[in-house]
């Protein structure tokens, strides 16, 4: 089955920028879709079709897909962008089904 | 505002059975592929299972292949998952989410589902 690799965790100073990657075997062909799930709460969705907002979500987030790396870049990062972030595509073998990486801890500083 | 709302969760014994359901709120519920997620105490989301439109089709992941069963029912815009056979690592926050194209863009709130002795 398709794996989607993301780092534990990634640190940043508020006012920085974060920078969070989804690995997978030439996922540039794919479409990745970003959620932001804070503590006790749902995940909400942050990106989708790898680059698009949401209405509601701030301009500072965005995302890009090349290779076999996504990105999701959060610019003038603030104390409540804090969160668990997951990438996810549509399984592109077998029966239809959603794939998860498997989510990064966002600490600001 | 779309909204979804999970319920159904509670304690049951190992090899016991749940049913949670998901109602759907402000949106035409028969248009779209609807999703169970859950979310074992402090790990990561895991996608569960699927279900097409009209119910035509339905997927699982491996792990619960033969003991849960998806279905929906539209006239009453909701959906539904029954849990049988139940195990301790079924143990999670299982949500309903809307499938919008490959992507899941509306989520319950969560039920809790602890399979405890």
């Known amino acids: 089955s398709y794996v989607l690799t993301q780092p534990p965790s990634v640190s940043v100073a508020p006012g920085k920028t974060a920078t969070i990657t989804c690995g997978g075997n030439?996922?540039?062909?794919?479409?990745v879709h970003w959620y932001q799930q804070k503590p006790g709460q749902a995940p909400v969705l942050v990106i989708y079709?790898?680059?698009d907002r949401p209405s509601g979500i701030p301009e500072r987030f965005s995302g890009s897909n090349s290779g076999n790396t996504a990105t999701l870049t959060i610019t003038r990062v603030e104390a409540g962008d804090e969160a668990d972030y997951y990438c996810?595509?549509?399984?592109?073998?077998?029966?239809?089904?959603?794939?998860f990486g498997g989510g990064t801890k966002l600490t600001v500083l | 505002e779309v909204q979804l709302v999970d319920s159904g969760g509670g304690l049951v014994q190992p090899g016991g059975s749940l049913r949670l359901s998901c109602a759907a709120f402000r949106f035409t519920f028969s248009n779209y592929w609807m999703n169970w997620v859950r979310q074992a105490p402090g790990k990561g989301l895991e996608w569960v299972a699927n279900?097409?439109?009209?119910?035509?089709?339905?997927y699982y992941e491996d792990s619960v292949k033969g003991r849960f069963t998806i279905s929906r029912d539209n006239a009453k815009k909701s959906l539904y998952l029954q849990m049988n056979s139940l195990r301790a690592e079924d143990t999670a926050v299982y949500y309903c989410?809307?499938?919008?194209?490959?992507?899941?863009?509306?989520w319950g709130k969560g039920t809790t589902v602890t399979v405890s002795s």
């Open positions: 030439n996922i540039g062909s794919q479409s």
């Open positions: 996810q595509v549509w399984g592109s073998s077998g029966d239809p089904h959603v794939v």
């Open positions: 989410a809307r499938d919008q194209g490959g992507l899941l863009d509306v």
């Open positions: 079709t790898d680059s």
């Open positions: 279900i097409k439109q009209d119910g035509s089709e339905k």
